[in-house]
T-cell receptor, first 113, second 113 residues
Framework: AQSVSQHNHHVILSEAASLELGCNYS??????LFWYVQYPGQHLQLLLK??????LVKGIKGFEAEFIKSKFSFNLRKPSVQWSDTAEYFC???????????FGGGTRVLVKP | DGGITQSPKYLFRKEGQNVTLSCEQN?????MYWYRQDPGQGLRLIYY???????QKGDIAEGYSVSREKKESFPLTVTSAQKNPTAFYLC????????????FGPGTRLTVL
């Protein structure tokens, strides 16, 4: 069974700082990759997804992620965060052609104004 | 408005009682899912259903049961056999084919006293 690791449980940074959240998965086959975000008091929502093609994926709100197959990684980045990016971020992996998502443990990000 | 509704938002039950959590979607999605969210553990799949009248166990199905009698509804029963039922429960749905993301409901926070 696949597993997903998010290296940082908590990240605190100031506005305008750059953000990078790590995500590694363990599965040797073809995967689909996702980043979800949960803002305080809101539904879990999709930030971006990778199925195939360009390994650099752009999502909503200025986020992007890069799939590096050789490193089994799908790290999330944002060059300049805002206070409104305070949220919990989840990486998720799905075996291609399947429907089951496996989530990482989540990273809580606090952006100080 | 299309979406996923879960009720109630907060639920309190005494130990030893079964409790059923509601999940309804009007997105015409074939697949529905139940997750449990615990701090630091991300989301873990309890049960999922890819089509009406069919469902499969996820990673942590023990102590839970589901039914899928209608396309739009996927209720979850937390039974007295679940050893640690206090948690945040999230329902999700997707179109069911491999190339679509899951959409999440607002969640139900269950506290067993």
């Amino acid at each position: 069974a696949q597993s997903v690791s998010q290296h940082n449980h908590h990240v605190i940074l100031s506005e305008a700082a750059s953000l990078e959240l790590g995500c590694n998965y363990s599965y040797g086959g073809t995967v689909n990759l996702f980043w979800y975000v949960q803002y305080p008091g809101q539904h879990l929502q999709l930030l971006l997804k990778y199925f195939s093609g360009d390994p650099l994926v752009k999502g909503i709100k200025g986020f992007e992620a890069e799939f590096i197959k050789s490193k089994f990684s799908f790290n999330l980045r944002k060059p300049s965060v805002q206070w409104s990016d305070t949220a919990e971020y989840f990486c998720a992996v799905k075996v291609a052609a399947g429907n089951k998502l496996t989530f990482g443990g989540g990273t809580r990000v606090l952006v100080k104004p | 408005d299309g979406g996923i509704t879960q009720s109630p938002k907060y639920l309190f039950r005494k130990e030893g009682q079964n409790v059923t959590l509601s999940c309804e979607q009007n997105l015409n999605h074939d697949a529905m899912y139940w997750y449990r969210q615990d701090p630091g553990q991300g989301l873990r799949l309890i049960y999922y259903s890819q089509i009406v009248n069919d469902f499969q166990k996820g990673d942590i199905a023990e102590g839970y049961s589901v039914s899928r009698e209608k396309k739009e509804s996927f209720p979850l029963t937390v039974t007295s056999a679940q050893k640690n039922p206090t948690a945040f429960y999230l329902c999700a749905s997707s179109l069911g084919d491999s190339y679509n993301e899951q959409f999440f409901g607002p969640g139900t926070r269950l506290t067993v006293l």
